[in-house]
C-alpha cells in the first residue's frame, strides 16, 4: 500500500478527509479490512505530515484576497520514519 494524496477538508460541523492509495488486490469497499486499511494509511499520512511542518514549509503558492488560499511545500526524506524512531 501506498499513500499518494491526502485531502482535508474543514466543514462547519465535520472534518473530511480524502485518501488516494495504491494497493494489490485489497479488500471490498465496505469492508472492515478496508476501513481498517485507509484509516491507517490516514493516520500514518497525517502524522508524517505534522512531523514534516514542525521542520519547516515553504510557501510556494498563494491566490485570493479576504479569502485565502496558499499552497505549502514540505520536504521529507524516504528514511523520516527511521529517523523519527532513532530520534
Not at 473530511?16 to 465496505?30: E, F, I, M, R, S
Not at 484509516?39 to 479576504?66: K, Y
Not at 479569502?67 to 527511521?82: F, G
Request: aromatic share 4%.
Amino acid at each position: 500500500m501506498s499513500l499518494q494524496r491526502l485531502i482535508v477538508t474543514f466543514k462547519p460541523e465535520e472534518l473530511v478527509l480524502h485518501a488516494l492509495y495504491k494497493t494489490q488486490d485489497g479488500p471490498n469497499p465496505g469492508t472492515k479490512a478496508r476501513h481498517r486499511e485507509v484509516t491507517g494509511l490516514t493516520r500514518t499520512g497525517l502524522t508524517q505530515a505534522l512531523e514534516a511542518l514542525e521542520g519547516g514549509a515553504e510557501c510556494v503558492g498563494t491566490s485570493g484576497f479576504t479569502t485565502r488560499e496558499d499552497a505549502l511545500l514540505v520536504a521529507i526524506s524516504p528514511d523520516a520514519d527511521k529517523l523519527a524512531k532513532g530520534a
